[in-house]
């Protein structure tokens, strides 16, 4: 069982900056997919930030040019650096790792982190 752990939130002001980390307990190469994603109040969970085995990277509209997802392989650790906050950005963020089904892998796999609070407010 793969633990992840998100670590980084908290308060600040708008146009500010944080960076989340999510440790895992295994190693993140094995992941094809880690992911960021965030649930507001009354909100349905959505996905922020995506970086696959390979490298490249996805981002939700709304985040473009101002958060950047990254990984430390070496660490078992992936980040999300996020700048310029805005009030709207105001969520639980959660991290994910994700394989789809394959041969040797039939089921897949899917792990979240317990969450982290960001608060961005004047």
């Known amino acids: 069982q793969v633990q992840l752990v998100e670590s980084g939130g908290g308060l600040v002001q708008p146009g500010g900056s944080l960076r989340l980390s999510c440790a895992a307990s295994?190693?993140?190469?094995?992941?094809?997919?880690m992911g960021w994603y965030r649930q507001a109040p009354g909100k349905q969970r959505e996905s922020v930030a995506v970086i696959i085995s390979g490298g490249s990277t996805t981002y939700a509209d709304s985040v473009k040019g101002r958060f950047t997802i990254s990984r430390d392989n070496a660490k078992n650790t992936v980040y999300l650096q996020m700048n310029s906050l805005k009030p709207e950005d105001t969520a639980v963020y959660y991290c994910?790792?994700?394989?789809?089904?394959?041969?040797?892998?039939?089921?897949?796999?899917?792990?979240w982190g317990q969450g982290t609070q960001v608060t961005v407010s004047s």
């Open positions: 994910n790792g994700n394989s789809p089904p394959r041969v040797g892998l039939p089921y897949g796999r899917d792990y």
């Open positions: 295994g190693n993140i190469f094995t992941f094809y997919a």
